[in-house]
């Protein structure tokens, strides 16, 4: 992607030389007509480099970088636009509830605290939001209705990849681990009695329970006294795990098996579908880009194209 994005670039974009008197100040790319700022590359490649302490980085690989980053954010900007043009664009409900989900995560004000930490601008993070509900959108609305896997090619990718779909030996436990050894039995109590994990972890705030699949052979040492003899069903007692104690629950034991076309579907079904949804995108912006004006500094190009003649321009322009 980054390489075919990086040729179009190259190749069939309008390079602008010095500023013209009348651009709005901070502008460094226009893509049909749309402004994109120098503050939303700053903003990008702040977080690229965020805990980086002392990084010095050179000019070329500055310029490289922020290359990289304009080549993202006028992907983005077409991505928006054609959302636009097709009358489904990301609307303020799907930015208010994308937000929401975020700030779920954290409580109280401690979302708007760790912006004003990491020196991170709330408009530059919607903006970036915004894009990336834009491009999810895009996947999903329009380039994944247009896709269809058919079931041979499906067949055939299970057969030329069989040993992905080679399942080891090995055992799944359900682990219950907290703080303490009587809040994690309560865990194993409530998980006998029927409630789901995230049921227990609302009811036990430092309780965890998930499942673990482990491999033969692979079950640690701290572990095999406790779960050598265990039985379908049956739980460990308590494990010491540094600060935290745990409990295992045996929920199954797997023998080495092969997964059946049928099985493997859905990861057949997957893989084909990332492949063929890339294939697809990249078809639509090559010629997305062809139907484009997309003007960028030349500041951010190598300097081998940094020279760029002018009728070649006039021509471009036309």
Request: proline share 4%.
């Amino acid at each position: 992607m980054k390489k075919l994005l990086l040729a179009l670039l190259l190749g069939s974009l309008i390079l602008t030389g010095c500023k013209n008197e009348s651009e709005d100040p901070g502008v460094i790319a226009r893509v049909n007509g749309k402004p994109i700022y120098l503050s939303q590359l700053d903003y990008k490649y702040d977080l690229m480099h965020e805990g980086n302490i002392g990084f010095v980085p050179s000019v070329n690989q500055v310029r490289e970088e922020y290359g990289q980053i304009l080549g993202d954010i006028i992907v983005q900007e077409l991505v928006s636009q054609e959302l636009k043009n097709r009358g489904i664009p990301v609307t303020d409900e799907e930015m208010k509830k994308a937000e929401d989900d975020v700030r779920a995560d954290y409580p109280d004000d401690a979302f708007e605290q760790i912006l004003i930490e990491e020196y991170i601008d709330i408009n530059a993070w919607r903006s970036q939001l915004k894009y990336q509900l834009a491009m999810d959108k895009f996947y999903q609305q329009i380039l994944r209705p247009e896709i269809k896997i058919d079931y041979k090619k499906a067949e055939d990718y299970y057969r030329t990849h069989l040993s992905d779909f080679y399942m080891p030996a090995g055992y799944k436990f359900i682990m219950v681990k907290g703080l303490s050894k009587d809040l994690v039995l309560k865990g194993v109590e409530l998980y006998r009695a029927g409630l789901k994990p995230a049921d227990i972890a609302q009811k036990l705030r430092k309780v965890s329970v998930r499942d673990v699949w482990i491999r033969n052979g692979q079950i640690p040492t701290t572990w095999e006294p406790f779960v050598k003899d265990l039985q379908i069903g049956e739980s460990t007692s308590v494990i010491n795990q540094g600060k935290e104690v745990l409990c295992l629950i045996l929920k199954e034991k797997k023998a080495a098996t092969l997964l059946t076309p049928l099985q493997a579907y859905p990861a057949v079904e997957k893989v084909l579908l990332e492949k063929m949804l890339k294939n697809q995108f990249e078809l639509w912006l090559t010629n997305k880009m062809k139907m484009s004006k997309i003007k960028i500094s030349k500041e951010l190009l190598p300097a081998s194209n940094k020279e760029t003649d002018v009728s070649e321009q006039e021509t471009n322009e036309k």
